[in-house]
């Protein structure tokens, strides 16, 4: 049985599937990788291929030292029905990035546990951007005032 391109289920399938800008991965409800989307691969540099049935925890553990311990986070998401961070991962090849991540757990209508999806960007040109302002900022030789647009 073939599905219809049209079925609402299908086209978010093919969606999320192919969204780039943002990592979007599933887990099942032991934190095992079922899912991994374009821009997985694209902002982590793993294919599929090499993270689908891995451990959330193998995935996680590319992540550099200020990066929670991703059982704790799976075991807070799975409490409180989400977790956030936001800190440096690395990608394969070791380059360093900013991600900003909502892991949020998912239940059936018994509150069981299905499992887990994560959300996350490469925010690295933003912090940067930050980061250089503050520079300039906490530098500069005279006074800077900042107002808004009422004043």
């Not at 943002?22 to 032991?30: C, K, P, Q, R």
């Not at 902002?43 to 925890?57: D, K, L, S, V």
């Amino acid at each position: 049985m073939t599905q219809d391109a049209t079925d609402p289920l299908t086209l978010v399938h093919s969606l999320v599937a192919h969204i780039e800008d943002h990592a979007i991965v599933t887990l099942d409800s032991e934190g095992r990788i079922l899912t991994w989307n374009d821009g997985a691969e694209r902002i982590t540099g793993y294919p599929a291929g090499e993270r689908i049935g891995r451990h959330y925890a193998e995935y996680a553990a590319a992540s550099l030292p200020d990066a929670p311990e991703p059982h704790w986070a799976l075991n807070v998401a799975s409490a409180e029905g989400r977790f956030e961070h936001h800190g440096w991962r690395a990608r394969k090849d070791g380059v360093r990035y900013w991600c900003e991540s909502v892991l949020t757990a998912l239940f059936d209508p018994q509150r069981n546990l299905l499992g887990y999806g994560e959300v996350s960007r490469d925010v690295t040109a933003r912090k940067w951007q930050e980061e250089r302002f503050r520079v300039a900022v906490e530098s500069a030789p005279n006074a800077l005032v900042m107002i808004n647009r009422e004043g």
